[in-house]
């Protein structure tokens, strides 16, 4: 790889890191929308490294299909983001029916899925996704299936046991590929809404939001003038297996 080659390689990394850390900004505290042009350069950079080294070059891999498809279901869920939250607007809820049998959200949904670690292990039906064949058809079964949505079951998760460092063992359940797909789906659907509305201080299981990010928080909250400064910790032992489910 010569150095103009490795120059675009570092410029599309760091304009990929920059568009997580701007989806993080524009989902969360400042909503600031006129930025969406930044997504559009990024992907310029991608393209262009991909034209001088081909899609896989020396172990680097992008897929310029999915960075295509990330940016335009990006701007669909921005017009999620801008409208008026409230459990009256049919708006709201209108436009999250039609991008929800949106092909590009499931299709990217599917991507997310298989792409995620543990994306290749099985459920209890022991279907894997390999191969762009197996992605467009589940693409095209998930379509079908929400267009008639009452026909869907969920089938049973698998539950796997993994070790704990204190010798115990933690309990999981793994749904199946096109339970997860539609997880996935959903997500892509709801967190425009609830990265808008939120409070800024939660960090738990949410995207670009880590426990350092909570911690960074906590010091700047205890340099302020408080008269009164605590800090509580707490875990709450086997919660998901103790609080109620109903």
Known sequence: MDDNAKKIVAQAKALRNGRDRLNATLFGRYRNFNNLNYLSRGSKVVRRYASLLGTRNNG???????VDLEEKVFKEQMKLALLPQ??????????????IRSYNFINL?????IGNKGGKTPGVDGIILQGEKNIENMTRNLLELLIRPN???VLPTKRVYIPKANGGERPLGIPTIADRCLQS???????????TTTDHLSFGFRQNRSAQNALAEIRYSLKGDY???FAFDADIKGFSDNITHD
Request: no cysteine.
């Open 109 to 113: 949904a599917v991507l997310k899925t």
């Open 151 to 153: 026909e869907y079951k």
């Open 86 to 99: 409230g459990s009256d607007n049919k708006a709201l809820y209108k436009l999250q029916e039609k991008l």
């Open 185 to 195: 789906l959903v997500k892509l659907i709801l967190e425009p809404v609830t990265e």
């Open 227 to 229: 008269e009164d400064k």
């Open 60 to 66: 680097y891999q992008i897929k310029l299909s999915q």
